[in-house]
Structure formats: structure tokens, C-alpha cells
């Protein structure tokens, strides 16, 4: 009898080790999963990174681009309007000038 609990508990005892190891091998498929979880996280984060950053330099270049044009269509605008007065400008020097011709001319006729 006393054999037998011997061997009953032996084999307890060695089912107990078995499930230890097995338990132990879960653990560190578990951990090496996990780590490996860990790195692909961390490349998606690195290539999600680097678009947000391609995409903050193309927004970036988008905006410039627009306020450059924008820049250079009221230049554009402000010079036009500028022509157009210098052009009133010089229409009404003619007149006046065409004017003071005339008066001169009627001085000196006179006198």
C-alpha cells in the first residue's frame, strides 16, 4: 500500500512538473508574441508617423503655394487699379495741358 501512494503521488507529482512546463512553454510563446505585437505596433507607428509628416509638408506646401497666388493675383488687382489711375492721371494732364495751350495762345494773339 505504501508503494502504491508512493506511485500515486509520484505520478501526481509528475503530472504537476508536466503542467508546469507546459505552462511554462504557453508563458513564453506568450512573451514572444507579445514582443513580436510590440515591434509590428512600433513599425506601424514609425510609417503612420512618416505619412502624417508627408502629409503635414504637402498641407504646408498647399497653404504657401495658395497664399502665393493669392498674393500675386491682388498684386496683380492693385497694379491694375494703379494703371488705371495713372491713366486718368494722364488724360486729364492733356486736358489741362491742351487747355493752358489754348490760353497761352490767346494771350499772346491779344497782346
Do not use: P, S
Not at 8 to 16: A, C, E, S, T
Not at 33 to 41: C, Q
Not at 80 to 98: H, I, L, S, V, Y
Amino acid at each position: 500500500m505504501a508503494h502504491e501512494r508512493d506511485a500515486k503521488q509520484d505520478n501526481i507529482l509528475l503530472v504537476i512538473a508536466r503542467k508546469e512546463q507546459e505552462l511554462e512553454r504557453l508563458i513564453a510563446e506568450a512573451r514572444a508574441e507579445a514582443e513580436r505585437m510590440v515591434v509590428e505596433a512600433e513599425a506601424e507607428a514609425a510609417r503612420i508617423r512618416e505619412r502624417a509628416q508627408q502629409e503635414i509638408v504637402r498641407l504646408e506646401r498647399e497653404a504657401r503655394e495658395r497664399a502665393e497666388a493669392e498674393a500675386r493675383a491682388a498684386e496683380e488687382r492693385a497694379l491694375e487699379r494703379a494703371r488705371g489711375e495713372a491713366e486718368r492721371f494722364r488724360a486729364q494732364a492733356r486736358q489741362r495741358m491742351d487747355e493752358a495751350v489754348r490760353r497761352v495762345v490767346e494771350a499772346v494773339l491779344r497782346g
